[in-house]
C-alpha cells in the first residue's frame, strides 16, 4: 500500500521528468535547425559549380568545400583519442581529405534514445543530410511520405565496383529490402548469414569417457546420438557434480536470428524441418508462420518426450539465463547450443573455471542428410539521404571509401596513419561517418580462410586481409603451442574460429547447407496490436507442451487459436506486402 | 465563534506563516501530480511520441475497448484480484497480529532486536529477494530438500500453477508484515493505559482484554488502512512478480501490470498502457469512496 504510494509517485516523477527531457529534445532540435540551415546555404553558394562537377567518379573529391548534416548513433565509451569527438575525428578527417567534405552532426544519441530522435527529425520533418536508421518500419514510412532522395542513380553512377560486388554477393536480398518501384531509397547495412545452430559438446568429457561422436566425420550428428551424449553425460557425470543435467534449454525455445539462438532448440528444430518464428512461403506462394508446422509440432514431440525421460532439464520453463550458464560453469552439464562466437563471450566462463574444458562443436543433421539453415534478414540498418539534398552522390562515396578503400587498403598505415591507430587501438565502429556494416556475404569465409593460412604458415600474418585476422592469427598461434595455457582469449579465439566457423566452411565446402528463405522480416498493422500476445499464447503452449502439463495434441487447437485470435489477418498483410 | 479575531482576512494573516510553510509541498504536488495528469489525454489518443500529445489522433475509448476484446484479460484480472486480495487480508491480519504481540513483550532490548529483523526484508529490492527466493524454492533448493527428505515428492514451486499463487502471498507478506505493523503499533500505544489497567482489576484475562479493548481501539486504524489498500486491488505487485515469474506460470501468475508490461513494451503502445493505468486508478477510486461510505455507514466513523 505504501509501496504502492511511493512507486506511483516515482512513477509520475519520472513522467514529469520524461516530458521535461522531451523539451530538452526539442532545445537540441533548434539548434540542428540552424546547423542544417547553415549547410544548405553551404550547398547553394557551392551548388553552381557542382552541379558540372557530378561526373567525377566513385572517389571524386568536390572542388569546393561542402558540409553535410548527420544523424548519428554513438555508443556511451566509444574509446576516442583525447580531443577527438563523434563530429571530428580521424574518420570524418579522412572524409574531408578525400573527398572535401565537412560533417556537422545534426544529432547524437546513444541506442534506443537514437530512434527517438530520429522520430521526432521525422515527425518535425526536418532530416539531416544523410543519417542511419534502424528498422525497415522507418523506412517505408520515409519513403511513403516521400522524404528521402531515390538513390538508384547515384548508386549505379557512383557505387565503386567493389561496393556493388558486396552487394551482389548477396543474390539482391539486402539491396532488395531499400528497393521500392525498383528504385533504390536506402543503402541497406548487410548482415552476414552466421548460420547454423551448433551445439557445443566438452570434447574433455568424451574423452574421458571414450566416447565417440560423428564418426563418419561429416561434421554431423543426428537428434538420436545427440540424445545419447545426453544420456551418457547424465549418467557418467564427467563433471563430477553429483547433479549432471543433459540439457537445458531457454523457455523462448527458439530465435529468428542465429546470432540470438544461444541455449535455444533451434537446431534441433531445423534438422526435423522446422523453422519457428520465421515467415515462410509455401510452393504455391502462399505464407506461414514456422512455428505453426507439423515439423515444428514433431520438434515439441522430441523435446517432450526428452522433458519425460528426464535428458531435458527437469526445471525447463523456469531456468534463467544465467541459471543455465551456471550449470555450463559448474560441470553440470556439457551440451549447449549457440552461434559460431559464442566461445568469444560465454564459453570462455567455462574454461576460466575449469583449466581442462574444451569444446567440440557440431551441426544436427536433418533427415535429408543435410543441415538445414535459414537465412538471417540481409539487411541491418538502413543509410538515407534527406529529399532535396544537392549532393546525394556523397552517401555513396562516402560507402565507397569505408566499406571499399579502407576495407582494402594494405597502405592504410602510410596513407593515413591516424586512422590505421583508430583500428589498431579499437576505437568502436560507430565513430565512422555510418553505423553499419557493408560486408560482402562471404566475409565470414574470408577472413577465416586468411586465419587458417595465417595459421598454417602458408601466408604471412601481415599478408591477412584484416586486422583483426592478423590478431586472432597470433591467439591461435599461442594456444596451439600451449593447450593448457591460461589465457582465455587464446582459447576462446581458437574455439571460435577454428572450431565455430572451421564448421561452416566444411559444410560449406561439402555443400551440406540445405538453405531456407525467410519472405518477411517487417511489422504489419495487426502485428503492432497483436503480436505480443500471440507470442504470449505461443511461447506458454509450447512450454506446457514440453513439460507435458498439455499432451501433444494442444498443438493443433493452438495453431487454430493463433488464426483466431489475429494471426491468419497477419498472414494476409504479409502476402499483401510481398506480393 | 469570537468574530473580533476571525474575520477572513485577520484568519488568512495570522496563519500566513503557515500558508507560506505549505507552499513548496503544494507547487511540488502540482508540478509533479497534478500537471502530469494531462498525460490522461493519451489513453484516448493514437499517441506517437514524435506527433506529441497536441498533435496525436484521437481515437475515443477505442483502447478501453480492445482492452475487453484481449483473450486472457479474464485470467488475467482474476490473477490480479486473487493475488492483490490475498495479500491484503493475509498481510493486514500478520500485522496486527504481530503489533499486538510484539506490544506485549516487556523487555525492550528484545522488543528492538525483533522489530529491526523483521522490518529489514522491506529495505530490500525484489530484485535482490527473488534471487533468494528463486534458489530456495527451485528444484535443487533447500526447501525441496527438507520435502524429500520427510520422503515426499519434490515440488516446482516457481512452475506450478498450484504453489505459485500461495508462494506469491507468502513471501510478500513475511517481506512486508514487519514494517506495516508500525502503524499499528502506534495505534496500539494510543490507546488509554487505564482501560487495561481497570479491565485487569475487573479479572478480565489476556486475551479478553485483546478482544475488548485492543482491537475496538485500534479500529478506526484498522478500518483506514483497509480502505486505503482496496485501492491497490488490482495491483498484485509487479516487482515480485517479474522477477519470479515465468511463461510457465503466466496462467496463475500473470497480473493487469505484467501483462501490460509486455503488451505495452513490445508494441511501444503507450496508449494502450496508460488506457489500463487510468482504468486500474478509477476503480481503485471508486472502491476507496464506497468503503468510505460504508464506513460511515456501518461504523459512524469517516475514514477521510
Not at chain 1, 155 to 168: H, P, V
Not at chain 1, 470 to 485: F, G, P
Not at chain 2, 242 to 263: C, E, F, H
Request: charged share 20%; net charge negative.
Amino acid at each position: 500500500m505504501r509501496k504502492d504510494y511511493l512507486f506511483k509517485r516515482i512513477a509520475i516523477t519520472l513522467s514529469a521528468v520524461m516530458i521535461l527531457s522531451l523539451a530538452g529534445c526539442s532545445g537540441n532540435n533548434a539548434k540542428s535547425n540552424a546547423d542544417s540551415s547553415t549547410a544548405k546555404n553551404d550547398g547553394k553558394t557551392a551548388g553552381v559549380t557542382q552541379e558540372a562537377q557530378t561526373a567525377d567518379g566513385p572517389f571524386g573529391a568536390y572542388p569546393e568545400e561542402i558540409t553535410y548534416t548527420l544523424g548519428r548513433q554513438t555508443i556511451q565509451n566509444p574509446k576516442l583519442p583525447d580531443g577527438d569527438t563523434y563530429e571530428n575525428n580521424a574518420y570524418t578527417r579522412y572524409v574531408k581529405d578525400r573527398l572535401n567534405a565537412v560533417a556537422v552532426d545534426a544529432f547524437e544519441a546513444n541506442g534506443e534514445d537514437y530512434d527517438r530522435q530520429v522520430s521526432l527529425a521525422i515527425a518535425s520533418e526536418d532530416l539531416p543530410d544523410i543519417m542511419k536508421i534502424g528498422s525497415k518500419d522507418i523506412l517505408d514510412e520515409l519513403v511513403e511520405n516521400d522524404m528521402v532522395e531515390d538513390l538508384t542513380d547515384v548508386y549505379n553512377t557512383y557505387a565503386s565496383d567493389y561496393l556493388k560486388e558486396i552487394y551482389d554477393s548477396y543474390d539482391g536480398r539486402s539491396l532488395s529490402t531499400a528497393t521500392y518501384d525498383e528504385k533504390i531509397m536506402a543503402l541497406p547495412g548487410t548482415n552476414v548469414d552466421s548460420a547454423p545452430n551448433e551445439v557445443w559438446v566438452r570434447q574433455d568429457w568424451l574423452d574421458k569417457l571414450g566416447l565417440k561422436v560423428d564418426e563418419d566425420g561429416n561434421g554431423m550428428i543426428t537428434v538420436d546420438e545427440l540424445k545419447n551424449i545426453a544420456e551418457t553425460f547424465m549418467e557418467k557425470d564427467p563433471g563430477s557434480s553429483k547433479n549432471p543435467v543433459g540439457i537445458s534449454l531457454a523457455y523462448w525455445l527458439s530465435s529468428n536470428d542465429y546470432g540470438g539462438s544461444t541455449y535455444c532448440a533451434t537446431g534441433i528444430a531445423n534438422a526435423l524441418g522446422a523453422y519457428p518464428k520465421l515467415w515462410l512461403k509455401n510452393t504455391d506462394g502462399s505464407v506461414y508462420y514456422g512455428s505453426n508446422t507439423e515439423e515444428n509440432k514433431k520438434t515439441l514431440g522430441v523435446l517432450a518426450d526428452w522433458f519425460k525421460e528426464g535428458i531435458l532439464d527437469p526445471q525447463f520453463g523456469t531456468r534463467t539465463w544465467d541459471d543455465i550458464t551456471a550449470l555450463l560453469t559448474n560441470g553440470q552439464t556439457g551440451i549447449t547450443f549457440g552461434v559460431w562466437h559464442i566461445p568469444d563471450w560465454l564459453l570462455n566462463n567455462v574454461r576460466a573455471m575449469d583449466k581442462n574444458a574444451t569444446f567440440s562443436t557440431y551441426v544436427i543433421e536433418g533427415e535429408n542428410g543435410k543441415a538445414n539453415v535459414f537465412h538471417n534478414n540481409a539487411s541491418s540498418g538502413y543509410i538515407v539521404v534527406r529529399k532535396g539534398y544537392k549532393h546525394p552522390e556523397l552517401a555513396v562515396k562516402i560507402s565507397n571509401l569505408f566499406y571499399d578503400e579502407l576495407a582494402n587498403t594494405k597502405t592504410l598505415e602510410k596513407d593515413y596513419p591516424e586512422v590505421a591507430k583508430y583500428q589498431a587501438d579499437g576505437v568502436d565502429g560507430s565513430t565512422r561517418p555510418f553505423n553499419v556494416e557493408i560486408n560482402k556475404y562471404t566475409s565470414l569465409l574470408d577472413d577465416y580462410s586468411d586465419i587458417k593460412k595465417g595459421v598454417d604458415g602458408e601466408i604471412a600474418i601481415e599478408d591477412a586481409r584484416t586486422l583483426e585476422s592478423r590478431n586472432v592469427i597470433q591467439n591461435v598461434k599461442r594456444y596451439l603451442e600451449n593447450t593448457a595455457t591460461d589465457d582465455v582469449t587464446d582459447w576462446s579465439k581458437y574455439h571460435s574460429r577454428m572450431k565455430g566457423i572451421e564448421l561452416i566452411d566444411k559444410l560449406t565446402r561439402e555443400n551440406s547447407f540445405n538453405w531456407v528463405e525467410p519472405v518477411f522480416w517487417g511489422t504489419t498493422e495487426t502485428m503492432k496490436s497483436n503480436w505480443a500476445n500471440l507470442q504470449k499464447l505461443e511461447e506458454e503452449t509450447f512450454i506446457k507442451i514440453v513439460t507435458g502439463s498439455v499432451p501433444l495434441n494442444d498443438f493443433d487447437k493452438y495453431v487454430k487459436d493463433w488464426n483466431d485470435q489475429g494471426g491468419s489477418q497477419i498472414i494476409s498483410e504479409i502476402e499483401a506486402t510481398i506480393k | 465563534m469570537n468574530k473580533r479575531n476571525h474575520t477572513p482576512r485577520r484568519k488568512f494573516r495570522s496563519k500566513l506563516t503557515y500558508h507560506i510553510m505549505m507552499m513548496p509541498g503544494m507547487v511540488f504536488l502540482l508540478i509533479f501530480s497534478y500537471i502530469p495528469m494531462a498525460g490522461i489525454i493519451m489513453a484516448f489518443q493514437n499517441y506517437i511520441p514524435a506527433k506529441g500529445l497536441l498533435h496525436s489522433k484521437f481515437v475515443g475509448l477505442k483502447h478501453f475497448k480492445y482492452m475487453l476484446t484481449l483473450p486472457d484479460i479474464t485470467q488475467v484480472v482474476v490473477n490480479t484480484v486473487t493475488i492483490a486480495l490475498g495479500k491484503i487480508l493475509l498481510g493486514t491480519i500478520m500485522a496486527i497480529a504481530f503489533a499486538i504481540l510484539l506490544n506485549e513483550i516487556r523487555i525492550k532490548v528484545l522488543k528492538k532486536w525483533i522489530q529491526t529483523i523483521v522490518y529489514l526484508p522491506h529495505f530490500l529490492s525484489w530484485v535482490v529477494l527473488a534471487a533468494v527466493i528463486v534458489n530456495m524454492f527451485n528444484l535443487d533448493g533447500s526447501v525441496n530438500l527438507i520435502i524429500t527428505s520427510l520422503g515426499l515428492e519434490k515440488i516446482n514451486f516457481l512452475g506450478s500453477n498450484k504453489w505459485f499463487q500461495p508462494l506469491l502471498v507468502t513471501t510478500d507478506v513475511w517481506k512486508e508484515f514487519g514494517y506495516n505493523s508500525i502503524v499499528y503499533l502506534a495505534a496500539i500505544t494510543s490507546i488509554d493505559p487505564g482501560l487495561h489497567e481497570a479491565a485487569a482489576i475487573d479479572g478480565a484475562a489476556w486475551r479478553k482484554r485483546i478482544w475488548h479493548i485492543t482491537l475496538p481501539g485500534m479500529l478506526p486504524i484498522i478500518l483506514l488502512m483497509a480502505a486505503m489498500s482496496l485501492t491497490s486491488i488490482l495491483s498484485a505487485g509487479f516487482d515480485q512478480i517479474y522477477n519470479l515469474y515465468t511463461p510457465m506460470v503466466y496462467q496463475s501468475g500473470d497480473v493487469l501490470d505484467t501483462y501490460v508490461y509486455r503488451i505495452g513494451l513490445i508494441g511501444r503502445q503507450y496508449s494502450f498502457a496508460t488506457a489500463v493505468g487510468l482504468l486500474k486508478s478509477f476503480i481503485g477510486m471508486v472502491l476507496m469512496l464506497s468503503a468510505n461510505g460504508f464506513s460511515k455507514k456501518f461504523t459512524d466513523r469517516k475514514i477521510f
